[in-house]
């Protein structure tokens, strides 16, 4: 059984780029973004983001910051009225999770 070589190199380059990533995170040149917006919407970021795992099937486990968008998730145009119908605002790809949530919190406080 041949190898490829291209494989192999690879495996090199990951462990290279591995190895840079865990320096930097040591050395504390690696910041997460602010998670501030979404702290203060809670309850309503929970309802976006199980929409959100609902139609793109992902594992009920993610990291999101204020700068997480919709279309950072397996969501596609075409699922988009799927997730206005469930949340009962508009919803676009380009639309932060935090924007969503502020929506959902309006459209509640409005009923």
């Known amino acids: ?6 494989r192999i ?18 050395a504390g ?4 973004a602010s998670q501030k917006k979404l702290v203060k ?5 929970e309802l976006v983001m199980r929409g959100v795992v609902k139609i ?19 969501v596609e145009e075409k699922d ?9 605002v508009k919803v676009e790809l380009d639309d932060y999770i935090y924007e969503v949530a502020k929506r959902l919190k309006s459209a509640a406080m409005a009923q």
């Open 1 to 6: 059984m041949a190898r490829k070589p291209g």
């Open 9 to 26: 190199l690879d495996k090199v380059k990951d462990a290279v780029v591995l190895k840079k990533i865990r320096d930097a995170a040591k």
């Open 29 to 32: 040149r690696i910041k997460f």
């Open 41 to 45: 919407l809670d309850e309503f970021v």
């Open 56 to 74: 793109s099937k992902i594992p009920n486990s993610y990291f999101i910051s204020d700068m997480s968008c919709v279309g950072d998730f397996p």
């Open 80 to 88: 988009l009225p799927k997730l206005e119908r469930m949340w009962g």
